[in-house]
């Protein structure tokens, strides 16, 4: 697996971060779009009424959101951002007078950054509250933690239980675990999933959603007042529930049993490329996958489908690779197990 960040450094970060976010209800039509200086391409969100902040700059997830918002197109926009803020502005404000006034959700890093625009039903989940709950939870369940990762808006927390393991085949021992992974704008929900750690290379495998999963989608009650809506203490309270899934046998039980039988399915290098075609794995890529089963990209051969899918989650301990690649190759790999057919294998 790749290196992660230190877990006690990284949960200082997100209470030090917890400081210096802000949440603000605005009324669509209280916004304008304004421009900076001719060096900044990037426009400003400028809301009219707020006492303790008015300006705040926009991001590229911001801004897509806004477009969103408005019902326009996104790539339009973000073409238009490294020519013209102007242009941009006068889309953006054209749109937000053409539309119906609502409530949105303003979520803005230190009163200066609109890191994210949102309904007024987005629900809260945020990654102070998860990782404080995640972390008592599974140092009484005895776990080593094995990757973590945060970036201000997403986190990620992997650990396995060393209690827990087995043999895929004699002498491949892998280890039960858990991942948890959580972003505060909008780029996916709170959701706990079973993780399988292969000790003999360190791959890192993530089952699929659908199997004994916990999912918590950042939608609920229409929000009044930021600072007084505690909807996310239910949430947590369910995720506790679910955290029991990394000190379950039985979990890793059907798991191992699955592994073990992929090392008897077999697949072809043509299912190889098609896959690889389908899930967006670029050339180099392909050729590591290749390398990691002792063949060469254009040679006809067959392997297990257990191997294929630990070449694909080997590539995810490159250090190059970027937090989302590896999530997504680990992702993978497990759809590579737990499907019937490749060709259903989606991520």
């Not at 072809?268 to 896959?275: G, K, M, P, R, Y």
């Not at 389908?278 to 390398?291: L, N, P």
Request: proline share 2%; glycine share 6%.
């Amino acid at each position: 697996m790749k290196k992660g960040e230190n877990i006690n450094n990284m949960l200082e970060t997100i209470y030090e971060d917890r400081k210096n976010k802000s949440d603000y209800l605005v009324n669509l039509k209280d916004i304008e779009v304004t421009t900076q200086s001719d060096n900044d391409p990037m426009p400003t969100l400028h809301v009219k009424h707020l006492t303790s902040a008015n300006d705040f700059s926009f991001t590229d997830r911001s801004v897509s959101q806004m477009c969103g918002k408005l019902k326009i197109g996104k790539s339009y926009i973000q073409k238009c951002l490294p020519e013209s803020a102007d242009l941009v502005a006068h889309n953006l404000n054209f749109w937000i007078n053409k539309s119906k006034d609502r409530k949105l959700m303003l979520r803005t890093y230190n009163d200066n950054e609109a890191r994210a625009i949102l309904t007024d039903r987005y629900k809260r989940i945020d990654c102070d509250r998860v990782a404080g709950q995640v972390l008592d939870k599974l140092m009484d369940l005895d776990v080593e933690f094995k990757y973590s990762y945060y970036d201000g808006d997403k986190m990620n927390i992997t650990a396995v239980t060393p209690k827990i393991e087995g043999e895929v085949v004699k002498g491949d021992v892998v280890q039960g675990g858990i991942t948890i992974t959580n972003s505060e704008v909008g780029n996916g929900s709170l959701m706990i999933k079973p993780f399988i750690y292969r000790l003999v290379c360190t791959n890192g495998m993530v089952a699929p959603s659908y199997y004994n999963q916990f999912y918590a989608k950042h939608v609920g009650k229409i929000v009044i007042d930021p600072n007084e809506d505690e909807q996310w203490k239910v949430t947590i309270e369910k995720m506790n529930k679910q955290l029991e899934l990394v000190a379950n046998p039985e979990v890793f039980e059907e798991n191992l049993l699955r592994l073990q039988q992929t090392t008897k399915e077999q697949v072809n290098s043509h299912q190889i490329v098609a896959l690889a075609k389908s899930q967006g794995i670029s050339d180099v890529e392909r050729a590591g996958i290749f390398e990691r089963l002792n063949h060469y990209v254009g040679e006809e051969f067959t392997v297990s489908k257990y191997d294929l899918a630990n070449a694909v989650t080997n590539l995810a301990n490159d250090e190059e690779k970027s937090h989302d690649r590896a999530s997504f190759l680990q992702e993978l790999g497990g759809m590579i197990i737990f499907s019937n057919n490749l060709n259903q294998v989606r991520v």
